[in-house]
């Protein structure tokens, strides 16, 4: 999929497609900061961040993006948040603490939610069992936090 540019022709910006691919220097100017705050959300720390990053733009699955059905930068989105969970399980299975949550298990709010299913990467079923509740709270909880982050 090609790249939009937008262009002003005086009165509003429309997009125009451009012809040629980005080139890789191109392509992290652009979304290597939005990226890295992604990853960042799911590995808070910094050099592990910095390695996942390095890992989202050296990777082949990249290129997959070019035919990404949505735009390029969902795309860069979708690899980052897949290689930060990745890397998160991983670190979570050597220190063997991947059967318990972290703090405030009583915690069932909208935002609790989203965190276990966005950064920590528990699916809405996993996320249900943790909690006790049905995964169709799960997803009520989903609705309401983006309902809310519209809102505010």
Do not use: W
């Given at each position: 999929?090609?790249?939009?540019?937008?262009?002003?022709?005086?009165t509003a910006?429309?997009?125009?497609?451009?012809?040629k691919?980005?080139?890789?220097?191109?392509?992290y100017?652009r979304?290597s900061a939005m990226a890295?705050?992604?990853?960042l959300?799911?590995i808070?720390?910094?050099?592990l961040?910095?390695e996942?990053l390095v890992n989202v733009?050296?990777?082949?699955?990249?290129?997959?993006?070019?035919?990404y059905?949505f735009?390029?930068a969902a795309?860069?989105i979708?690899?980052?948040?897949?290689?930060?969970i990745?890397?998160k399980?991983?670190?979570?299975e050597?220190?063997?603490?991947?059967?318990t949550?972290?703090?405030d298990?009583?915690?069932?709010?909208?935002?609790?939610i989203?965190?276990?299913?966005?950064?920590?990467?528990?699916?809405?079923?996993?996320?249900?069992?943790?909690l006790?509740?049905?995964k169709?709270?799960?997803?009520?909880?989903?609705?309401?936090?983006?309902?809310s982050?519209?809102?505010?």
């Open positions: 999929m090609k790249e939009l540019e937008r262009t002003n022709n005086g910006a429309h997009p125009v497609a451009t012809s691919p980005l080139t890789s220097l191109e392509i100017d979304y890295y705050g992604i990853i959300q799911i808070p720390q910094q050099h961040a910095q996942i733009f050296a990777s082949p699955q990249l290129q997959a993006c070019n035919s059905p735009s390029f795309c860069v979708k690899l980052a948040r897949s290689k930060a990745d890397m399980k991983r670190i979570m050597l220190d063997n603490s991947s059967a949550l972290p703090a298990d009583n915690d069932k709010s909208p935002q609790r989203f965190d276990l299913a966005f950064r920590q990467g528990f699916t809405p079923d996993e996320v249900a069992q943790k006790f509740i049905s169709s709270e799960v997803l009520k909880a989903f609705h309401d936090f983006f309902k982050y519209r809102n505010s």
